[in-house]
């Protein structure tokens, strides 16, 4: 499986951004996508996942902020974030799990500076 994962860059605090994800390979319909983030010195941390069926689950800094859905394309992921802070700041990495597999994608920077 491939990811390919766009969006991120510079947004000022409190604004919004929009990540998406797609997945191309052999994919199962029971699969797990989703996003991850490291900030500089810091470990990989949960953001926010979603199971085929449409299950998700947050990391408790984004809950209320952030929301993940699958695309309108198939075995896509998209993570839309709102009232964006400081701290958001890191690498967002894309996720695609199935069958006890895990596959990430190559990182994309998101920044919220003033």
């Known amino acids: 499986v491939q990811l390919q994962a766009s969006g991120g860059g510079l947004v000022q605090p409190g604004g919004s951004l929009r990540l998406s994800c797609a997945a191309s390979g052999y994919i199962f319909s029971n699969n797990v996508m989703g996003w991850y983030r490291q900030a500089p010195g810091e470990q990989r941390e949960l953001v926010a996942t979603i199971t085929g069926r449409g299950y998700t689950n947050y990391g408790d800094s984004v809950k209320g902020r952030f929301t993940v859905s699958r695309g309108n394309v198939k075995n896509t992921v998209t993570l839309q974030m709102n009232s964006l802070k400081p701290e958001d700041t890191a690498v967002y990495y894309c996720?695609?799990?199935?069958?006890?597999?895990?596959?990430w994608g190559q990182g994309t920077q998101v920044t919220v500076s003033s």
């Open positions: 996720k695609f799990s199935q069958r006890g597999t895990d596959c």
